[in-house]
């Protein structure tokens, strides 16, 4: 059988190789990654840097408290000392100063209680006593969440 000339492998001259042109497009998966990190590193820094007075908190195996307004902050240092905010007040002072740091709804915002863990007991209880009966309902003890109690 003999080939016939018609189709053989021979060059094809239509055909044109494809040319890769420049992208025109941005690759924006570096950027959210780069927006979700920093993301991520401003929610756990904000939190420490709201806190005024130092104190050890003690450890509990509780829940976050959700809260929608900005909290008034009482601390109780471990040799009883009380500080409202970043301001240490005396006893006698302790209403006045939560009602002037909460504004005009003061008796309807959160309170945060940051006791030390090493605090007198009855210290933690006269505060939180105080504040209940002037009116104040929205206590909230303050704990250290991250690492299982000891015992």
């Not at 940051?114 to 605090?119: E, I, K, N, P, Y």
């Given at each position: 059988?003999?080939?016939g ?6 060059h ?28 991520i ?22 829940s ?21 905010g ?16 909460g ?8 309170i945060f209680i ?6 007198p ?31």
């Open positions: 059988m003999a080939m000339g018609g189709g053989g492998g021979g094809v001259r239509g055909r044109r190789r494809a040319r890769k042109r420049p992208l025109s497009e941005i690759n924006v998966t570096p950027l959210v990654d780069v927006m979700l990190v920093l993301l590193i401003f929610m756990i820094s904000a939190p420490l840097l709201t806190t005024g007075v130092e104190v050890e908190l003690p450890k509990t195996e509780a976050a408290v959700d809260t929608t307004s900005e909290p008034v902050t009482v601390a109780i240092q471990q040799n009883g000392e009380i500080f409202v970043e301001n240490q007040v005396r006893w006698d002072d302790l209403v006045a100063t939560v009602a002037r740091e504004g005009a709804d003061a008796r309807e915002k959160p940051r006791a030390d863990g090493r605090a007991y009855q210290a933690v209880a006269r505060v939180m006593a105080r504040l209940s009966s002037e009116g104040f309902a929205k206590l909230n003890l303050i704990t250290d969440t991250s690492a299982s109690p000891e015992g």
